[in-house]
Each structure stands twice: as C-alpha cells, then as structure tokens.
C-alpha cells in the first residue's frame, strides 16, 4: 500500500519510509547516504536531541565520531553515564543564536 504524498525513499530491498518503524527508517536511511557518499566515516557528525541516545549507540557501532546537542538535565545525565568518551553541549537549539 502506499500513502498519498508520502516522501519515497529507495532503499536496497524497495521499501519506502511508510512500510517502516521510525528507527528502522532513520538507521536505513543514515546507510543509504553513506552508501551513496554524502557522509564519510571520516567525519564527526552532531546528534541534536539524541534523548537517551538511542540512536547514537547505532552511529557508534557503525564507526562514527558524534557529538552531542541535548537541553534536558535529565538526558543529559543518562547521556554522560552511556557515553562517557562523546563530547556533550548542554544547550537548546531552539533558542540560541547562531550570530
């Protein structure tokens, strides 16, 4: 079935974004760009609002430097106790000034 105006992306086994839980999705998707060179291992990426950092135990296991973005104290401390060695800015994306 496909969902009207859904944004297609193709990944190897012909799935599109609708068929997918959202972690899948995001993990098939992050492989799909490294797949197509529009991320090198090389680089450090930033992870805004990793939560508890689910999503970065997967970036790490694929070989990549991250940082992290994350306003909330209490992330922040799950953050620190999961992720002792990734670097951690505690601020709020929303309300700061890129000036």
């Known amino acids: 079935m496909k969902v009207a105006n859904e944004t297609s992306y193709s990944f190897d086994n012909n799935q599109t974004a609708a068929h997918l839980p959202h972690q899948q999705y995001c993990?098939?998707?992050?492989?799909?760009?490294?797949?197509?060179?529009?991320?090198?291992?090389?680089?450090?990426?930033?992870?805004?609002?990793?939560?508890?950092?689910?999503?970065?135990?997967?970036?790490?296991?694929?070989?990549?430097?991250?940082?992290?973005?994350?306003?909330?104290?209490d992330a922040i401390n799950i953050l620190k106790d999961r992720y002792p060695d990734v670097k951690l800015h505690e601020q709020d994306c929303c309300h700061t000034s890129c000036s």
Do not use: M, N, Q, W
Request: charged fraction near 30%.
């Open 27 to 73: 993990r098939r998707y992050f492989l799909s760009l490294i797949k197509k060179g529009f991320i090198s291992r090389e680089s450090t990426g930033i992870e805004i609002g990793p939560g508890t950092g689910d999503f970065a135990k997967f970036l790490i296991s694929k070989g990549f430097s991250i940082e992290f973005v994350e306003p909330s104290k």
